[in-house]
């Protein structure tokens, strides 16, 4: 019993006045709701023109690759004769002369030629050799998108190795009314655009040349393009 004759009340230790409402509790939700939406946007953008930015440096890079790497020169067979097949007694004064085409296809690259050689096979033995001569003296420049004809001769006895018993083979394939010989030139390259300038290659271009009976090549060769590779 209260001594004061005052009625004891119960206090709760907090107040109902001070706890969030649900009311209180929703703006604050919507606000933090903003906030999370508004950042994934921001990020999504950023990685968006991140992805962008890169697909187009890639197409840019891959344009400048395309437009910068060299092709190949193109080879072609324009002649080759060996008048001695036409003649049973023509060992003593074989001869074999032809002519190629080299075409630069570049756009915008030039090539240096530093030397270059030919050789005849015959049965994939080689028979002859000789030294080329391009338009002017080595190293000779080709500009792009042009074509220069090249020349070659072999003759007995100096660059023209044909025996007793490879000219036997030889009249024996004429009998038959076509001899195939392969022609490869070898030559040391380098390309160039404007001021860069490639390392050195050897490049070898190889082709596999018919002739008939009369010593003349045959329309089945005549324009034929050059297989080429690099060592």
């Known amino acids: 019993m209260s001594t004061t004759g005052e009625i004891p009340t119960h206090t709760s230790a907090t107040s109902p006045s001070n706890q969030p409402t649900k009311r209180d509790r929703r703006p604050r939700y ?21 992805l962008t930015l890169l697909l187009v440096v ?40 032809f002519n190629v085409t080299i075409r630069n296809p570049n756009q915008n690259m030039g090539v240096y030629y530093y030397s270059m050689e030919g050789e005849v096979y015959y049965r994939e033995q080689r028979i002859g050799a000789t030294p080329l001569s ?22 007995v006895p100096t660059t023209l190795v044909v025996n007793d018993l490879r000219w036997t083979e030889l009249m024996e394939d004429r009998a038959t009314g076509t001899v195939w010989f392969r022609l490869e030139l070898t030559s040391r390259i380098r390309f160039k655009i404007s001021m860069w300038e490639s390392k050195p290659h050897r490049m070898h271009a190889t ?16 324009g034929k393009r050059y297989t080429l590779y690099f060592s």
């Not at 919507?30 to 921001?42: F, I, Y």
Request: proline share 7%; net charge positive.
């Open 30 to 50: 919507h606000v933090q709701q903003v906030r999370e939406s508004l950042t994934k946007r921001v990020v999504k953008c950023l990685c968006g023109t991140l």
């Open 58 to 97: 890639g197409i840019l890079g891959f344009i400048l690759w395309l437009s910068l790497r060299p092709h190949r020169p193109r080879f072609h067979s324009t002649n080759f004769l060996f008048p001695a097949l036409a003649q049973d007694n023509g060992f003593d004064n074989a001869q074999i002369t």
């Open 134 to 155: 391009l338009p002017s003296s080595f190293p000779y420049y080709q500009e792009s998108k042009s074509t220069i004809w090249i020349p070659g001769q072999l003759s």
């Open 207 to 222: 082709c596999h040349v018919a002739v008939g009976q009369d010593g003349l090549i045959l329309p089945v060769s005549k």
